[in-house]
Structure formats: C-alpha cells, structure tokens
C-alpha cells in the first residue's frame, strides 16, 4: 500500500453535471498531483499542487480544477461533465522540493468515473 | 517535448517462461528520471523502479531486471520466471520537469498475461 487513498471509488454522473473527488496524500509529502487515465491509455498530468498552490498543469480546460489543504489532502473538481470525461482518476503524492529531485511518485487506488 | 514508447501492446506467455517489456523514450533534458510502474485490475499504479539518467548500471530485484541504455535510449524491463500473479498493464514513465512542477510521462501500457 502507498498511503494515498482516494474517494470515492467508483461514481456515476450525468452530462452537465459536477463532480468532487479527494484525495489524502502518503504522510509526509507535500505534493499533490492529479492524472486522468481514459481506457486503454496511460494516464495524462492534470495538474499538480505544491503548498496549496497550483505549480503546473497539463493540458485540460480550466473546467478542471483543484484544491490543496493545509494538511496536505486534495480535492479535483470537474464542472460541466462530458461524455468524455469518463476515466480512472489518480491522485499521486510525493515530496517536491524547488529543484526537479526525481523523487518517487505513489498512486492511489483511483476514482473511477462513467459520465452518461 | 517528452514521449514515451511502449509498442507492445499485449504479450501473453506461459508461466516460467521470461518475458522483456521494451520502452523508447524521448527527451532534450541531460538530468531526467525514468520509472516502470504496475497497474494490477484494481487500478493503483505500483512503482517498481526509478533510474536517474546518470546510472546506467542494471538492476536486479527478485525475478525483476531492468535495462538500462541511454545510446538507445531504451529502458527495458524483464521479467524472469514470470508468475500468473505478474499479469497486470505495466507502464513505462519518464520525468518532465517543468521548471515549478515534476509530472510524468507515461507510455501507452503494455498488458501482460501469465498463464498456466
């Protein structure tokens, strides 16, 4: 076990919907990222949360957006759901410094999300 | 910009038999970390090695051996003596460092399946 959980699980939306997801990071790391992984792919940087400030997002509208807590947990919000935002979501933890120290990134078991 | 090569989409073998999970890269950074991860039916993502781009030793752990070669920029994973419980999609990731945040790229999975 990685020590990064996330809930919930498994949840259905419709179209036009919003969603929350959390996420409590590994004990001890201070950064948070999000990645989207759609069937059959590898999964794609969302974005990434570093002292509750966002520090670097992939390639997703602004739709899509997040929130770190004081401890450290993490929230991803989506708005307005689309058909192709149907994915498993991951929450990853690690411990960032300012410098690129290649440190280990842990998953968590993912929120998988079906938009109808 | 970073890329991630997995051309083996699926590879099935028979239990005991050694099987060898190839990954390309792509990068214009001299310092970068590259990463295999395991991603069983439940989802988590499984970190099972990390290699800075300055070691290019193999490593060995268990029945798991990774190759290293930066002249081909490849960073093949073996398998030796594989297992049914070694049958999972197995993603090949490199570092991306973004000047403020560290993501990965990952590579579009191989699926491994051990049978009897």
């Known amino acids: 076990e990685t020590g990064v959980t996330q809930s919930p699980t498994h949840l259905i939306k419709t179209r036009g919907q919003q969603v929350t997801l959390r996420c409590s990071s590994q004990s001890g790391h201070n950064t948070v990222s999000w990645y989207q992984q759609a069937l059959g792919q590898g999964p794609q940087f969302i974005f990434q949360y570093y002292r509750e400030e966002e520090n670097g997002r992939g390639n997703f509208p602004p739709r899509f957006s997040g929130l770190q807590f004081p401890n450290y947990s993490s929230e991803l919000n989506v708005n307005a759901l689309e058909l192709d935002d149907s994915a498993l979501y991951l929450c990853?933890?690690?411990?960032?410094?300012?410098?690129?120290?290649?440190?280990?990134?842990?998953f968590g078991e993912g929120s998988w999300l079906t938009v109808v | 910009a970073q890329k991630v090569t997995q051309a083996q989409t699926e590879i099935s073998v028979v239990e005991k038999e050694d099987v060898t999970l190839d990954c390309v890269y792509e990068?214009?950074?001299?310092?970068?970390?590259l990463f295999w991860y395991k991603q069983p039916p439940s989802g988590e993502l499984v970190f099972l090695i990390r290699r800075n781009s300055f070691d290019e030793q193999n490593e060995i752990s268990g029945r798991y051996s990774w190759n290293f070669q930066k002249s081909t920029s490849s960073f093949n994973f073996t398998i030796t003596a594989s297992q049914v419980v070694d049958s999972a999609v197995y993603f090949c990731?490199?570092?991306?460092?973004?000047?403020?945040?560290?993501?990965?790229?990952f590579g579009t999975g191989t699926r491994l399946q051990v049978t009897l």
């Open positions: 990068t214009r950074d001299t310092t970068y970390y």
């Open positions: 990853a933890s690690s411990l960032e410094s300012a410098v690129d120290s290649g440190n280990t990134i842990y």
């Open positions: 990731a490199l570092s991306d460092y973004t000047g403020t945040a560290s993501k990965l790229t």
